[in-house]
Each structure stands twice: as structure tokens, then as C-alpha cells.
């Protein structure tokens, strides 16, 4: 089975502190993704990237950025976490050509104070 | 307007009630549709993948997509309690560098016993 591991699922912060968010996936997958799912707006796209050091912006890039060393880990970055970022956010991998299927993680509940 | 429409519900239904759930989008360049469900608090899961124009069917659940109206529907027969979920549709392009989707806001989806 493929796991897609992230590494908090609640997290709470103040305005101003710099966030991670760590996502390790163990099937070898090259793309790997950062959404943030918030209520009625559906997943929208932040970051992914299709092999190590390579990133691409997504939908919402602005107040984020992210870090692929290696190929099974994926780090979302938050550098200086803002109320409007309270939101879950989901990691997700695939395998290059599998057009469409993705293999999510159970989610980070951020909450900025 | 979003490129891809769902309704949010909830839509509640009575153990063993066909379920049909909705998707509309403004895109024509789609070609591949899926449907994912997620539990709360979980992440999404790959529930239907279809290509271009037509039906599929696996148990219990059948996704049609009709590209000249421009939308997606999956049927769930003989529902169960253990459907109730957020149900997402998801959209993408021929050759879309890293498999980037487009996502529905989500149906939530109860079926009481």
C-alpha cells in the first residue's frame, strides 16, 4: 500500500512564527503536491514538484514556499504564518503517467492565532 | 466563476437509496475525470478514473461523463451508512506536467441506516 506520511495533524501557531510541514511518502513516486482544502473552496493546488531540487508553483504560491532534498520528502514552508492560513493542508504523491491518481496524506490541521 | 462546479449538499439519504452526485465545469480541454472520497478527517482517496466521453462501472458505483454538456456524474446503488463521506470530483488536461488537478468543492454525502 502506498503511505503518504504527514508529519503533524494539529498544529497551532502565532501570527509572525515560520511553520513546516513535513510530507515523506514511501513508493517511489516522482511528483509529489501541497494543497489546502478549506470549506466550499474545495483543494487548491500551492506547490508540486516533479523531481528532486524542482518545484513549480500552483494555484496560491503566495505565502509559501517548499523544499524537495530528497525524493520521498516534500516540505511546506510557511515563513511567517498569518490567520488566513489556518486551513488543512494535504500532501499528496503520484507516479509520473498515472494522469489523475493521486495518494493523499491525512492531513495538517493548521490553526494561526 | 470556478472551473469546476459541485454542490456542497449535504445530501442525506435512506440506507439503500441510488445516490447521484453532481459536477459541472467550463473547461473543454478536460479529457480526464475522477471522482475522490474522503472521510472526515482523512484524506481523499482514488475512488473513479474515466477518460473522455462515456461509463464505468465498478460494484456498486458507475461515473459518467458527458463532455458536450460538460458534466461528471457518479452513481452509487444500494448506498450504505459506510458511504458517507465528502465526495470531490476532479478534473485534468492531456499531457498536464505533474498530473495537476482541478478539483470540486466536495458533496457531502450521508446515508443514514
Known amino acids: 500500500d502506498v503511505k503518504v506520511t504527514q508529519s503533524s495533524r494539529y498544529l497551532v501557531k502565532r501570527t509572525g512564527e515560520k511553520v513546516f510541514l513535513e510530507c515523506v511518502q514511501d513508493?517511489?513516486?516522482?511528483?509529489m503536491f501541497w494543497y489546502r482544502q478549506d470549506p466550499g473552496l474545495g483543494l487548491r493546488l500551492i506547490y508540486f514538484s516533479y523531481d528532486v531540487k524542482m518545484k513549480e508553483k500552483g494555484d496560491i504560491p503566495e505565502g509559501y514556499s517548499v523544499s524537495r532534498e530528497k525524493k520521498e520528502r516534500f516540505s511546506l514552508i510557511l515563513e511567517s504564518a498569518s490567520t488566513n492560513q489556518t486551513s488543512m493542508y494535504l500532501c499528496?504523491?503520484?507516479?509520473?503517467?498515472?494522469?489523475?491518481?493521486?495518494?493523499f496524506g491525512e492531513g495538517s490541521r493548521l490553526t494561526v492565532l | 466563476q470556478k472551473e469546476v462546479e459541485q454542490d456542497p449538499g449535504p445530501l442525506s439519504v435512506p440506507e439503500g437509496a441510488i445516490v447521484s452526485l453532481n459536477c459541472t465545469y467550463s473547461n473543454s480541454a478536460f479529457q480526464y475525470f475522477m471522482w475522490y472520497r474522503q472521510y472526515s478527517r482523512k484524506g481523499p482517496e482514488l475512488l473513479m478514473y474515466?477518460?473522455?466521453?462515456g461509463n464505468k462501472e465498478d460494484g456498486r458505483f458507475t461515473a459518467q461523463v458527458d463532455k458536450s454538456s460538460k458534466y461528471i456524474s457518479l452513481f452509487i446503488r444500494d448506498s450504505q451508512p459506510s458511504d458517507s463521506a465528502t465526495y470531490l470530483c476532479?478534473?485534468?488536461?492531456?499531457?498536464?506536467?505533474?498530473?495537476?488537478?482541478?478539483f470540486g468543492g466536495g458533496t457531502r454525502l450521508m446515508v443514514k441506516p
Open positions: 476532479a478534473m485534468t488536461k492531456r499531457g498536464n506536467a505533474g498530473n495537476m488537478l482541478t
Open positions: 499528496a504523491s503520484s507516479e509520473q503517467g498515472k494522469t489523475g491518481e493521486l495518494f
Open positions: 474515466t477518460y473522455s466521453s
Open positions: 513508493m517511489d513516486h516522482e511528483n
